[in-house]
């Protein structure tokens, strides 16, 4: 008797620390599951927000206005040079003619934003799947254009901008540093377009590693309105 009262006494002992174990795991794998299921909402609601800004800015951004421009190139940008770009809403080379624009209006904003993106880290804000393509892909890069239009904005005394310049500095090679610096004498006509940086045909291997930074802000650089 006591032998069998000692058997049911291990079992519920067994059957109470297993429920204690799947309690504990189901506390810690709830967020990751409801995190999993909110992301493609997140993602369709970063993606509608985007384009729901492109109308709004189009007609003060062909005007000239540098803060519309901005925010229009926010609209487009960007492809992260992983396997979603071929599903993509963005486009990299309309999110740089609009950021151009407003870079060289000395709008430092733009500015930091094309040194990251040069950089090879063109994806920002909440775009969880963006951000996961974009780890896995190979983003073109080009070192010595990303640092010059770092360079460019530290000297506006844009926030993050001297930190990024350094960084993408010390990642550089001697080579690229000394391209930067001839394209920083005339950086208002330095390449700056998507398609000036990466021309077709180009071979851009070598420049297919981005540049280790530090975590960006989750929110966009620059101001949200004008």
């Not at 799947?22 to 970063?46: D, H, N, Q, W, Y």
């Not at 990466?198 to 309105?225: H, K």
Request: proline fraction near 7%.
């Amino acid at each position: 008797m006591k032998s069998t009262i000692h058997v049911a006494g291990k079992a519920s002992r067994a059957r109470r620390s297993a429920q204690w174990l799947l309690l504990r795991f189901a506390m810690l794998c709830t967020p990751l599951v409801l995190g999993g299921c909110l992301t493609p909402f997140i993602e369709s609601a970063t993606e509608a927000y985007d384009h729901s800004q492109r109308d709004p800015n189009k007609a003060a951004a062909a005007a000239g206005d540098p803060q519309a421009q901005y925010r229009l190139g926010n609209s487009y940008c960007c492809e992260g040079g992983g396997p979603l770009d071929l599903v993509s809403v963005y486009d990299n080379q309309k999110a740089t003619q609009w950021y151009c624009r407003a870079a060289r209006r000395d709008y430092g904003p733009a500015q930091l934003r094309l040194a990251r993106i040069y950089a090879g880290h063109p994806i920002s804000g909440l775009r969880p799947t963006q951000h996961i393509s974009s780890a896995v892909g190979t983003p073109d890069t080009d070192v010595a254009v990303a640092l010059m239009w770092a360079s460019v904005a530290a000297s506006n005394g844009v926030e993050d901008a001297i930190a990024l310049r350094d960084e993408i500095a010390a990642e550089a090679n001697t080579k690229q540093r000394a391209r930067a610096a001839m394209l920083l004498q005339s950086w208002r006509t330095a390449p700056c377009l998507w398609t000036e940086v990466f021309p077709t045909g180009r071979d851009t291997r070598e420049q297919r590693r981005p540049v280790r930074l530090a975590p960006a802000s989750p929110t966009r650089a620059g101001p949200a309105s004008g």
